[in-house]
């Protein structure tokens, strides 16, 4: 099981990318990570329905996700032309 310290950790690295990612995001990505740690830790304990839920309602966080990096890496892109 995953400890409480290592979930504040991986908050507390969310938290540095908020330069990057709109504030709303940072609670998705924590919920994506909780997940993902209930899914290769405790798999016997994961909802198939909650599963096919993810699957069918919020895989658009992951485009929201890239949409953000990619425009961010574009402005570092640009800073960096001389």
Request: no cysteine.
């Amino acid at each position: 099981m995953v400890s409480q310290q290592k979930v504040e950790s991986m908050l507390g690295n969310l938290e540095r990318y908020r330069a990057i990612l709109p504030g709303d995001m940072a609670p998705v990505l924590a919920q994506m990570a909780r997940f993902r740690n209930r899914l290769v830790h405790l798999y016997w304990q994961v909802d198939d329905i909650a599963v096919y839920n993810i699957l069918h309602r919020d895989l658009g966080d992951f485009d929201r996700f890239t949409s953000h990096i990619r425009k961010f890496i574009s402005q570092e892109e640009e800073d960096s032309e001389p």
